[in-house]
């Protein structure tokens, strides 16, 4: 028997995300839902690990001074900025693929995160962006003693 809910507001709510979608991504400079706020933005990765949040994010042609990198209120944020070649003028492009412009990208950062320590590195056009997780935050493994009840802080074990 297959059972199927019913959510009345479901085909609106769906046409209404999907009109937001195309004026925003349409025109590329509205804020969106992901943190873009943008005509383009260069992909990112996100990683974790026990130690470290990572980020990769891909800005191929981009050299350290075209980029800007901040935490701040619990958020990072990745500036940068592609400009178009001067000497474009002087010639006779047929196709223009390559995407041009400002980009503002903006990750809400859990609280475990250590803002102090950020370490971010360009290489080949990737940044590669890693920010340390607070000590407390960090698993720790508890060691199981073995053999007969013992007494566990005041109390003791039955």
Same mark, same amino acid.
């Given at each position: 028997?297959?059972?199927?809910?019913?959510?009345?507001?479901?085909?609106?709510?769906?046409?209404?995300?999907?009109?937001?979608?195309?004026?925003?991504?349409?025109?590329?400079?509205?804020?969106?839902?992901?943190?873009?706020?943008?005509?383009?933005?260069?992909?990112?990765?996100?990683?974790?690990?026990?130690?470290?949040?990572?980020?990769?994010?891909?800005?191929?042609?981009?050299?350290?001074?075209?980029? #800007?990198?901040?935490?701040?209120? %619990?958020?990072?944020?990745?500036? +940068?900025? !592609? /400009?178009?070649?001067?000497?474009?003028?002087?010639?006779?492009?047929?196709?223009?693929?390559?995407?041009?412009?400002?980009?503002?990208?903006?990750?809400?950062?859990?609280?475990?995160?250590?803002?102090?320590?950020?370490?971010?590195?360009?290489?080949?056009?990737?940044?590669?962006?890693?920010?340390?997780?607070?000590?407390?935050?960090?698993?720790? #493994?508890?060691?199981?003693?073995? %053999?007969?009840?013992?007494?566990? +802080?005041? !109390? /003791?074990?039955?």
């Amino acid at each position: 028997m297959l059972v199927r809910r019913n959510h009345p507001f479901h085909e609106a709510q769906s046409f209404q995300n999907q009109m937001s979608r195309f004026f925003n991504e349409g025109f590329g400079t509205q804020n969106r839902e992901d943190g873009v706020a943008a005509s383009w933005a260069p992909p990112v990765d996100i990683a974790e690990t026990p130690e470290t949040l990572n980020f990769t994010v891909e800005v191929p042609g981009f050299k350290n001074e075209d980029l #800007t990198l901040r935490v701040e209120n %619990g958020i990072l944020t990745v500036e +940068g900025e !592609r /400009k178009f070649d001067t000497q474009a003028n002087e010639k006779n492009y047929h196709r223009v693929e390559r995407s041009y412009g400002k980009f503002v990208r903006g990750f809400t950062l859990p609280s475990n995160i250590d803002p102090e320590k950020v370490h971010a590195n360009l290489v080949d056009g990737v940044l590669y962006i890693a920010l340390q997780k607070k000590e407390d935050a960090k698993p720790k #493994t508890i060691p199981i003693g073995t %053999g007969g009840p013992k007494q566990i +802080g005041s !109390r /003791k074990a039955a």
